[in-house]
């Protein structure tokens, strides 16, 4: 497996999976989020889940490619949601986003090019 493909995948399963961690064991910093973004509360599990199926999707696709690269679709597709809801709530902090978003992005690629 070609090595860019292995960090790129490894780090994106590093940053989805801490980011799910947090939603799901209901730390203050997911739900001050949803707060600011005008989400409901009760949907902070519901994206945590969304999140650890992602990092679980990256990390099969070690084993099965294709399910590495549906995860990263259905991840780039979960950034693009919370840009719109970033932007839905006139926020202008985007760094972290665009951390998340570029990583994901360029783990579908990579995985595009390994398949």
Do not use: C
């Not at 005008?38 to 294709?66: C, D, E, M, N, W």
């Not at 570029?102 to 783990?107: G, P, Q, R, S």
Request: glycine share 10%; net charge positive.
């Amino acid at each position: 497996m070609p090595t860019v493909y292995l960090v790129l995948t490894a780090v994106a399963a590093l940053f989805n999976g801490s980011a799910a961690t947090f939603y799901l064991i209901g730390h203050e910093y997911p739900k001050a989020q949803a707060d600011r973004k005008r989400i409901p509360r009760k949907y902070v599990p519901v994206l945590g889940s969304l999140l650890a199926a992602g990092t679980a999707g990256l990390l099969a696709g070690f084993a099965v490619p294709v399910i590495g690269l549906l995860a990263a679709v259905g991840l780039v597709l979960y950034f693009t949601g919370a840009l719109i809801a970033h932007l839905r709530a006139g926020s202008r902090d985007l760094t972290g986003w665009a951390i998340f978003f570029a990583t994901n992005v360029a783990t579908l690629v990579a995985t595009l090019i390994h398949l």
